[in-house]
């Protein structure tokens, strides 16, 4: 396993870390989860997310107790705040009084003394992010989170929290974690140039687009059974973002770019992510062992220059906004 240092800051995450959206305390069992931990561990994989929102709790209770048979000094585990958990007022958002309850209960599912890395889930509007960097400082100085990050917050944002962090004499942002794969490449024009500058990892998620990477879905035809586009617990996103005709024949492009290179379309997305300097860490968004296995070959996918070309011409990085 190889690993990188989390933007500047002294801790090292393994390249490819294990995700549990849809996947931990959902749609995977709590026996394959427990084998799929095992694997990742052996394969030196030490960096974990999850969220207190992924299946209302149940994913950080599943991966907690995953995790609990290993040293907590070998293991990097990052959870969020900001998700409805409850119908009141006060069940979301990033004020001090929900991150604050949200951690507490956090570190209750999760079985642990302190949470290595505590997530802004999304930006909040509402509440002054003066009073969501107290909340997180505080939590720090009380032990229960080591760092803190922000999830797909806009490049603004994260210079203006940064600048009132500084003012408050408080801990910046140290992580960010954007979508980032070949269909979502949005971060290159102005997220990855400010957290370099500012010093913040990337820890990106995605890497597959839902499975439009992988090359399994075909032009004309519906998604097969079993597969997450098929299923309407877990398509919502696929649907929105990337479901359509030329998405589907871009896959089959990069299924046979990758088979020339003797390699599977995921692997070869997951090792073009990777290449990015900004990026600390794929998150991989594995259902099963065997998935497992064929992503963590993607550290063995070495993408030659010409490689490079084919995948910048199939999957082109969008305009930069007029003006930046």
């Known amino acids: 396993m190889l690993y990188r240092q989390l933007g500047k800051w002294g801790v090292r995450l393994s390249v490819l870390g294990i995700g549990s959206y849809l996947t931990i305390g959902f749609k995977t069992d709590e026996p394959t989860s427990r084998e799929i931990v095992r694997l990742a561990i052996e394969?030196?994989?030490?960096?974990?997310d999850t969220a207190n929102a992924?299946?209302?709790g149940?994913?950080?209770?599943v991966l907690g107790r995953c995790l609990r048979d290993y040293p907590r000094s070998s293991l990097f585990?990052?959870?969020?705040?900001?998700?409805?958990?409850?119908?009141?007022?006060?069940?979301?958002?990033?004020?001090?009084?929900?991150?604050?309850?949200?951690?507490?209960?956090?570190?209750r599912r999760l079985g642990?003394?302190?949470?290595?890395?505590?997530?802004?889930?999304?930006?909040?509007?509402?509440?002054?992010?003066?009073?969501?960097i107290?909340?997180?400082?505080?939590?720090?100085?009380?032990?229960?989170?080591i760092y803190w990050g922000v999830s797909e917050w806009p490049a603004w944002m994260m210079v203006e929290a940064q600048y009132i962090a500084r003012q408050l004499g408080a801990r910046p942002i140290a992580v960010n974690e954007p979508r980032y794969s070949l269909l979502w490449r949005y971060p290159e024009q102005e997220v990855f140039p400010v957290t370099q500058a500012q010093g913040i990892g990337n820890v990106v998620f995605s890497p597959l687009a839902h499975g439009m990477l992988t090359g399994k879905y075909l032009p004309g035809e519906p998604p097969p059974e079993q597969s997450?586009?098929?299923d309407p617990e877990q398509n919502q996103v696929i649907m929105k973002l990337y479901w359509t005709e030329e998405n589907k024949r871009k896959g089959q492009e990069l299924a046979r770019i990758a088979r020339d290179l003797g390699t599977t379309a995921a692997r070869l997305a997951i090792a073009w992510a990777l290449r990015h300097q900004a990026v600390t860490s794929v998150i991989l968004g594995v259902r099963t062992v065997e998935q497992l296995e064929d992503n963590l070959r993607a550290l063995e996918v070495q993408i030659?220059?010409?490689i490079v070309e084919k995948l910048e011409t199939l999957y082109p990085r969008p305009p930069v906004p007029a003006g930046v």
């Not at 149940?58 to 209770?61: K, M, T, V």
């Not at 642990?112 to 969501?132: A, K, S, V």
């Not at 107290?134 to 989170?145: P, V, Y």
Request: charged share 30%; net charge negative; glycine share 6%.
């Open 43 to 48: 394969h030196g994989i030490n960096f974990f």
């Open 54 to 56: 992924y299946n209302h």
């Open 58 to 61: 149940r994913a950080e209770e």
């Open 77 to 107: 585990v990052l959870t969020k705040v900001w998700a409805p958990m409850g119908e009141g007022p006060n069940d979301r958002g990033l004020s001090a009084k929900h991150i604050r309850e949200q951690c507490e209960a956090s570190l």
């Open 112 to 132: 642990m003394d302190y949470i290595d890395l505590y997530m802004c889930h999304r930006p909040d509007p509402t509440t002054p992010l003066e009073e969501t």
């Open 134 to 145: 107290r909340a997180m400082e505080d939590l720090a100085r009380q032990g229960k989170i």
């Open 228 to 230: 997450r586009a098929a």
């Open 304 to 306: 030659p220059p010409e």
